[in-house]
């Protein structure tokens, strides 16, 4: 079935550490996107692709850095984790019509 | 600079009554504005566009360029509508969503 898996879910951890976020896509989509929701605020799309080898960075700047080497990968990775980092990260691809699908988010908190 | 305020972050109502949540945007151009919705412990989902022009569970929505407004409206709110609701745009040639605040919508029985 067709379908955005973000991993993990939640995530604790301390100040300093390397983490990614992965998000994987079986919709066949080229399109891929990442956000970032502080709680009750709006989304913010920090990186997004339009396939394999690109990369482009969203309105919001962010100090995390993606990668898009297989259509369905769209890790996102921060080398050294903040407090200012905790927030949602919102995985979404789009395909013809250009809507957007939403992956289920990954809740991190840096301590 | 390219905006969408939605200046409700609570509604509530009772079952049956009009919904009506509110967006307005600050685009300069032509842009798309859509509707996602996200009911409680699911996804964000699409609800509708404005270019379809459709009624999607009973909503609507009309583009007011004049007002810069695309508010939701729904003439009797059910029980299951709630959920947190979020406006957005795109520009013209750009599939790059920039998103409302979001308005929580409780229908009480």
Redesign the interface.
């Known amino acids: 079935e067709a379908d955005i898996y973000q991993t993990p879910r939640y995530l604790v951890i301390g100040t300093g550490k390397k983490i990614t976020l992965e998000c994987s896509q079986t919709m066949g989509h080229d399109?891929m996107?990442w956000y970032q929701q502080d709680p009750?605020?709006?989304?913010?799309?920090i990186h997004?692709s339009y396939g394999v080898n690109s990369t482009e960075k969203?309105?919001l700047s962010s100090e995390s850095t993606v990668s898009r080497i297989r259509t369905e990968h769209f890790p996102l990775t921060l080398e050294s984790a903040r407090p200012s980092h905790t927030s949602q990260y919102?995985c979404a691809t789009?395909g013809t019509p250009?809507?957007?699908?939403?992956?289920?988010?990954t809740r991190l908190t840096v301590t | 600079a390219q905006r969408v305020t939605q200046p409700e972050k609570l509604l509530s109502v009772f079952k049956g009554a009009p919904v009506e949540l509110k967006c307005n945007y600050s685009y300069s151009g032509s842009p798309e504005l859509f509707w996602y919705v996200q009911y409680s412990r699911q996804r964000l989902q699409l609800l509708l566009r404005h270019i379809s022009r459709e009624s999607i569970k009973g909503f609507t929505a009309d583009l007011n360029k004049g007002e810069t407004s695309f508010h939701l409206k729904k003439p009797f709110a059910q029980e299951e509508d709630s959920a947190m609701y979020y406006c957005a745009l795109s520009g013209y040639n750009t599939d790059k969503l920039i998103f409302g605040t979001g308005t929580r919508l409780q229908v009480f029985p």
Request: aromatic share 20%.
């Open positions: 399109k996107y009750g605020m709006e989304l913010h799309l997004y969203g309105d919102l789009a250009p809507e957007q699908y939403f992956g289920p988010g």
